[in-house]
């Protein structure tokens, strides 16, 4: 087999308008984010907040005209929705059936104008009924991510607005299961080692995706020479959609006959 493939690059003396960028979205490459195993369907969501959009983003906003979204072996949907104002706005990408060995960069559509204060949040769905084990957010094929790589213009210095579980949160989780049953977690530990110390049974992986859900954030909102954002991004609330976005309208059309 003879190997064909390659790239082909184009190169002009005229500068063009604008120059286009790369955003991470989704959950930090941490293991603070973790999957339990034996389980048909997990969610983990990572926000983008409105805080981060409102110092990052100019007044006349970005468009974003291209979306690739990525997990690793467990991922089997992933998505970003679109919040401002507490209104959901129609998404920004979405795979319904993802997966991790058919990745592409996508085209969007329509471009996205994201504006600031804008909010967006990435959400990932995981199968780990064959792992007899949690886990763990990482950079390995056998960890887990949950990004959305969107691609944008006009370039801004904005590269990084993900989150995670805050620390206090995740210290107090561990404290908890230690105290009220007898797991072998304790807050001094590496979270790693909290994550394995636990027997994961159906209902303490549902408790462990509530304290995900109601719990506060650690906030990544980085240039990209990775120095953040002026602002306090610890313990951020997550961002709450509070009027969701109407179902699409049936495009099939409805013939009623009279009955003899």
Wanted: aromatic content about 10%; some cysteine.
């Amino acid at each position: 087999m003879v190997d064909s493939s390659g790239v082909r690059l184009y190169i002009t003396p005229e500068v063009r308008k604008y120059d286009a960028g790369v955003i991470e979205l989704g959950l930090e490459y941490t293991d603070k984010m973790a999957i339990p195993p034996k389980l048909e369907d997990f969610t983990l969501s990572g926000y983008c907040i409105a805080e981060c959009t409102a110092v990052s983003i100019p007044s006349s906003g970005i468009e974003i005209f291209g979306s690739q979204l990525h997990t690793h072996l467990t991922g089997t949907m992933i998505y970003t929705k679109h919040v401002r104002d507490g209104q959901e706005l129609p998404e920004l990408n979405r795979d319904n059936h993802y997966s991790t060995h058919f990745q592409e960069i996508r085209l969007l559509h329509k471009p996205v104008r994201v504006l600031p204060g804008d909010a967006l949040i990435t959400t990932c769905h995981y199968n780990t009924e064959d792992r007899q084990n949690i886990t763990l957010g990482g950079f390995s094929i056998t960890d887990e991510m949950c990004v959305n790589y969107v691609y944008y213009y006009p370039k801004i210095e904005l590269e990084v607005c993900k989150s995670s579980i805050s620390d206090q949160n995740l210290r107090s989780y561990f404290k908890f299961l230690n105290e009220w049953e007898r797991q072998r977690t304790s807050p001094e530990q590496p979270v790693s080692v909290n994550y394995n110390g636990a027997e994961w049974t159906p209902m303490r992986s549902r408790v462990l995706h509530q304290v995900y859900e109601q719990s506060t954030l650690s906030m990544q909102c980085n240039r990209s020479t990775g120095e953040r954002f002026p602002g306090d991004w610890e313990n951020r609330p997550s961002t709450k959609v509070l009027y969701t976005l109407p179902p699409p309208a049936r495009s099939c059309s409805v013939r009623v006959t009279p009955s003899s």
